[in-house]
């Protein structure tokens, strides 16, 4: 794949392909450079550690919360960085969100450099700027929106990912597909290729000039990018109540967003069915056991909340997802008569 640049409104960010020691030499230039990293990662790359300040953080739901922050802030002054340091952030989505927030709010700002190493990170969680955090049980309930100087695409790096995490990038590459139409999703379906966990750059670079497009619209989520929360309203609750990876959730979740849309008349039950055969060829849940009553108590901690209403993501065709506000009374009682049918 080709390297770009994107210009969003709030700063361009260079995307590279390629070998992600060679790229991050030549975007450093001759910066001092502090990486945050997996653990994990770490370990199955040495080679990341070489000559290199590596602050190591243990990538778990529960650790992106402002203890984490804290925790590189103060090993960032140990180290005597400064607004001029280079923060580069290799892993998942987990560990890219909290190396953005730090970057962001450290000094009030200073340039990162993200180097996602998963899947779901590549597709989406690095794209848009968007550094959640998780506060208590509520997922990111704080954050920023500030855009990367750099984001380096490496696939070497799926090849020591495992087929579940694999299949968590999955699920979001299937949630573009749903916002984009029948080209994405078409190619998704009954692709044996991606299913064993390979992916092709077709498919890879469709689903990442989804969200870009999406972003460079609505930079801010004033309107158009609320779209790419479809799925997310229930995911989120389903993944930190149940424990699940993220990706799973979300396509519970849309699963969910799905049969709410058709029993509101918004889409019918072909477009249902479809969604969901698709999750099930690659092996994606799409029911949960969480109590629905234990949803609909969490949903009044949503973030995208307006008084009495939030703003949730409705599915009226493969290609066209809207945002619309619908009050939580409303939104609990359809949820109880679907559920509880």
Avoid: W
């Avoid at 005597?80 to 450290?106: E, M, P, Q």
């Avoid at 996602?116 to 597709?123: G, I, N, Q, S």
């Amino acid at each position: 794949m080709n390297n770009f640049t994107v210009n969003f409104p709030s700063g361009k960010t260079d995307i590279l392909f390629g070998n992600y020691f060679e790229q991050l030499n030549l975007s450093a230039k001759s910066r001092r450079i502090i990486i945050v990293c997996d653990q994990l990662v770490n370990k199955l790359y040495p080679k990341i550690s070489e000559k290199n300040t590596i602050i190591s953080i243990e990538a778990l739901e529960s650790e992106k919360t402002m203890d984490t922050a804290g925790f590189i802030y103060n090993k960032l002054i140990e180290l005597k960085a400064d607004r001029s340091t280079l923060l580069i952030a290799i892993g998942g989505g987990i560990v890219c969100d909290i190396t953005g927030f730090v970057a962001a709010t450290f000094y009030r700002g200073m340039p990162v450099i993200l180097i996602p190493t998963t899947l779901l990170a590549m597709a989406d969680a690095a794209i848009g700027g968007k550094n959640g955090m998780n506060v208590g049980f509520h997922k990111n309930l704080t954050g920023t929106i500030r855009q990367p100087e750099v984001i380096i695409i490496d696939t070497s790096f799926l090849k020591t990912l495992p087929i579940e995490e694999f299949r968590n990038g999955i699920a979001e590459i299937i949630k573009h597909a749903v916002i984009s139409g029948d080209k994405l999703f078409s190619l998704l379906e009954n692709n044996s290729e991606l299913k064993s966990g390979t992916i092709s750059k077709e498919i890879l670079k469709i689903a990442m000039q989804v969200k870009i497009d999406i972003v460079l619209a609505d930079e801010q989520e004033t309107g158009l990018r609320r779209i790419l929360n479809f799925g997310h309203t229930f995911g989120h609750i389903i993944e930190l109540s149940e424990g699940m990876r993220h990706g799973e959730a979300v396509c519970i979740g849309m699963a969910m967003a799905a049969k709410l849309s058709e029993r509101l008349n918004k889409c019918n039950q072909t477009t249902t069915e479809r969604l969901l055969k698709l999750l099930n060829y690659y092996q994606l849940p799409s029911t949960s056991l969480l109590d629905i009553n234990v949803i609909t108590r969490q949903l009044v901690y949503d973030k995208k909340k307006y008084g009495n209403d939030l703003y949730f993501v409705f599915l009226e065709g493969i290609g066209k997802v809207v945002a619309e506000r619908i009050s939580h009374h409303k939104l609990e009682h359809v949820l109880l008569n679907i559920f509880h049918d």
